[in-house]
């Protein structure tokens, strides 16, 4: 059959996975490094844009780890998502523990640093990640705290003034089914509109499960979104198996999600959130289409059929 990248070039979207270097490291590195070679047209880094790798130290800048990924997408024709510049999580202790008046400085020198040295290579920006609390209110995140709401403006509009041509994303999870969150989600994009704050997509994370079933309300919230004149992305797809599922249960669930997502012409990114079960943040559940030894579960067909 087609690699994925071929199968999600005739249905007009980019399809991909979330990569990271650590594992080039290990025994299995070049056979890691040859399926996302072949199957993937964008990447995200897993882990290797967050500030506590870059920007561990204050003042000093680790770009090694980036530049070697960003090399490599470019030597495979790979897009790049540069994700995330803006998140509560994966921050380096000086900033956890910064001065409430000094994080608009620490917010924006990160991103001028990362977007200067990326924006020739990167299509699309996860600008700002998870922003949305469970209930539908604001996220009492450290950067909500010192800024207010007002910190997704200032994070939006630099992204736009530093890459004028980029996609620029707002990406949060627990968004794929109907319910407070989602709403709330709704009513921030609406609230951004009328301050005209730059977004141009939203990223559905879409870390599901095998007994996903809210088919209708993903795509009613898709829908929401395409009419809102946004670009829909799933930015890090993966569906854990449980209540000990068949992996063709699973299947069933990826091929359904990608459906639903092609049938809006917004849909435009299909990204998991790695490929190998061998190395996937959601340890014990088996969360993707090939096994611990890179070997196609029915997951990986029912993505060829789909996409
Ligand atoms: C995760 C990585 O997969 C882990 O390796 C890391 O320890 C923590 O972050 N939502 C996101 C991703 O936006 O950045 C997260 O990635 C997974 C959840």
């Known amino acids: 059959g087609e690699r994925l990248k071929a199968a999600a070039a005739g249905s007009n979207v980019q399809f991909g996975s979330a990569i990271s270097p650590v594992f080039y490291m290990q025994a299995d590195g070049a056979l890691y490094e040859s399926i996302a070679a072949s199957e993937f047209g964008v990447m995200s880094p ?16 680790e770009f090694a780890d980036m530049d070697n990924l ?4 470019k030597a495979n024709d790979m897009q790049v998502r540069g994700h995330p510049l803006v998140w509560h999580r994966s921050l380096p202790d000086w900033v956890e523990q910064s001065e409430v008046e ?24 996860d600008v700002i990640n998870e922003p949305v609390a469970d209930d539908g209110g604001m996220r009492d995140s450290l950067w909500f705290e010192a800024m207010g709401e007002q910190y997704i403006d200032i994070a939006f509009a630099q992204a736009r003034e530093l890459d004028p041509t980029a996609v620029l994303v707002l ?43 809210q088919f209708d309300e993903l795509a009613a919230n898709m829908a929401a979104i395409a009419e809102r004149g946004l670009d829909i992305h799933i930015t890090e797809l993966d569906v854990a198996i449980v209540n000990d599922d068949s992996e063709q249960t699973q299947a069933d669930v990826y091929s359904s999600i990608v459906d639903t997502c092609l049938a809006q012409v917004r849909c435009t990114v299909i990204q998991s959130w790695g490929f190998t079960d061998r190395y996937s943040f959601r340890t014990t559940q088996s969360p993707l289409y090939l096994n611990t ?12 059929e789909a996409l």
Do not use: C
């Open 293 to 304: 030894d890179y070997v196609t579960k029915p997951a990986y067909q029912a993505l060829q």
């Open 102 to 125: 000094d994080r608009e400085v620490h917010m924006r020198e990160f991103i001028t640093r990362v977007m200067n040295r990326y924006s020739d290579d990167v299509t699309y920006w």
């Open 70 to 73: 960003i090399s490599f997408a």
């Open 46 to 61: 897993e882990s290797s844009m967050k500030w506590i790798a870059i920007n561990p130290v204050p003042g000093q800048f």
């Open 171 to 213: 990406n949060e999870y627990d968004i794929g089914f109907a319910g407070p969150k989602f709403d709330g989600l709704l009513s921030l994009l609406d609230r951004l509109e009328a301050r005209e704050v730059p977004v141009d997509a939203v990223g559905f994370q879409l870390h599901v499960f095998s007994s996903f079933d």
